[in-house]
């Protein structure tokens, strides 16, 4: 069964902090990989997608990797800021159908105090 | 910010009532999709549609009904809404052929039934 696992569920820090969020995936046959970032009672909004041979891309102060042998990506956020409290969602797309189906993950609910 | 637009953004409505949830792009989109979320879960694929007279159900079974008349328009229709239609709902499209079948969502419609 495809899936998406992320993870921590939640996560508190202080502005400033970095932290790194994870992200666990079963899909087969993988196409790319997408970090979106969702704020309360909003729509996601993408912020990298990687495919097969990308190893790490950056957008601002995100910076997400792939492991695609191991299955796992992660995306690190830097010098976090107040606007940075969000859903962090990871979406894994397979090449399976002409669809290009996405697999949703549950996201890390990011909170950043003053 | 994607142009898809999504109205209402919030509905409180009582059981037995018929809704109706817009969703517009004006990006020339083929593809558009719908997606029912409830709090702290993963996005759920409820319908789907290559173009226009296209649609089709998604993975998440669904009361709602779809129609496609004009490209840049793809609303959701309950017949008779009940308390279990209660959720977050996002209607999303993308470009057929596009590398990485990126999706843009508009901001979603919570929609309440009591």
């Known amino acids: 069964k495809n899936q998406v696992e992320q993870s921590p569920q939640s996560l508190i820090i202080l502005e400033g902090k970095n932290c790194t969020l994870q992200?666990?995936?079963?899909?087969?046959?993988?196409?790319?990989l997408r970090w979106y970032k969702q704020d309360t009672g909003r729509g996601p909004v993408s912020l990298t997608i990687?495919?097969?041979?990308?190893n790490t891309k950056s957008n601002g102060r995100y910076t997400a990797t792939l492991d695609a042998d191991t299955k796992q990506s992660s995306l690190h956020i830097t010098a976090s800021q107040l606007s940075d409290s969000a859903s962090y969602i990871c979406?894994?797309?397979?090449?399976?159908?002409?669809?290009?189906?996405?697999?949703f993950g549950r996201g890390t609910q990011l909170t950043v105090w003053p | 910010e994607a142009d898809i637009y999504q109205t209402p953004r919030y509905l409180v409505i009582g059981t037995g009532k018929k809704i109706t949830l817009e969703c517009s792009q004006t990006m020339g989109h083929d593809k558009m999709y719908w997606y029912q979320q409830d709090p702290g879960m993963e996005l759920h694929l409820i319908h789907y549609?290559?173009?226009?007279?296209?649609?089709e159900k998604g993975d998440l079974s669904s009361e709602s009904t779809v129609s496609r008349i004009r490209t840049e328009h793809f609303p959701l229709t309950l017949e008779s809404a009940r308390p279990s239609h209660t959720s977050q709902y996002l209607c999303?499209?993308?470009?057929?052929?596009?590398?990485?079948?990126?999706?843009?969502f508009g901001p979603g419609t919570r929609l309440t039934v009591l």
């Open positions: 999303a499209s993308s470009e057929r052929g596009s590398t990485y079948n990126e999706q843009f």
């Open positions: 992200c666990n995936y079963t899909v087969s046959p993988f196409s790319n």
């Open positions: 979406v894994v797309s397979d090449r399976g159908s002409t669809l290009g189906r996405l697999y």
């Open positions: 549609s290559y173009g226009v007279n296209s649609t």
């Open positions: 990687m495919t097969f041979s990308e």
